[in-house]
């Protein structure tokens, strides 16, 4: 089945400066590369995506890369602000007979210093 | 639209008893999928129902059963508990049928003492 590997778990980056998230899948067939934050006691929501047959999408500060090839896809946040301190967890999914199978990665989390 | 809702918020149990989840998908959603949360554990998926049958099982021993009804509500189950169960548990429901977003609910804090 398909494998998701995200680093780092913990990330710790000062207000103002970048911070980079990346994940590796296993399965080629995966085409949609969803990416979820999850704030402290909050449920986790989806705040971009990208689907294979896009290389980087960007969406204001945050922006999503996709490698085929490699099989790999990071998620980038400039310009951190304390708000964009949370849990991030990337995902790969296909689908396959007819229905989605979605994997999660392990997630990060993510400290922005003020 | 209403979201997804999970019942109760938060629930303590001692060791050996049973305890029952519930997740009410967003309308029109079919499938509902249950996480384990746990601090640095990541989510781990457990199951996944789609139109009242179990479409996927993750790496849980069979302690932790689910089911789903036919207007998608999903109930997950855990028989005589353990410590180690203390978590958040998560349900996402989706459309289930190509590519979409899933949605979470906000989860069900359960303490095993």
């Known amino acids: 089945g398909e494998n998701v590997e995200q680093h780092p778990s913990t990330l710790s980056v000062q207000e103002g400066d970048s911070a980079v998230i990346k994940c590796t899948y296993s399965?080629?067939?995966?085409?949609?590369f969803p990416w979820y934050k999850q704030e402290l006691g909050k449920r986790p929501q989806l705040i971009i995506d990208?689907?294979?047959?896009?290389g980087e999408k960007k969406d204001q500060r945050i922006a999503v890369t996709l490698n085929k090839t490699a099989k790999h896809f990071s998620l980038h946040i400039t310009e951190t602000q304390p708000e964009d301190s949370a849990v991030y967890f990337c995902a790969a999914s296909k689908v396959s007979g007819g229905y989605q199978k979605v994997t999660f990665g392990t997630g990060t989390k993510l400290q922005v210093i003020p | 639209k209403a979201g997804v809702t999970q019942t109760p918020r938060y629930l303590i149990k001692t060791r050996g008893q049973q305890v029952t989840l519930s997740c009410s998908p967003i309308s029109g959603h079919r499938s509902v999928s249950w996480y384990q949360q746990t601090p640095g554990q990541g989510l781990q998926f457990l199951f996944e129902y789609f139109s009242e049958t179990q479409r996927n099982k993750g790496n849980f021993p069979g302690r932790f059963s689910g089911r789903q009804f036919s207007n998608s509500r999903s109930e997950m189950n855990v028989s005589t508990l353990e410590l180690g169960d203390s978590a958040l548990y998560l349900c996402?429901?989706?459309?289930?049928?190509?590519?979409?977003?899933?949605?979470f609910g906000q989860g069900t804090r359960l303490t095993v003492v």
């Open positions: 990208i689907r294979s047959n896009v």
């Open positions: 399965d080629s067939a995966s085409n949609y």
């Open positions: 996402a429901s989706s459309h289930g049928q190509g590519n979409t977003e899933a949605f």
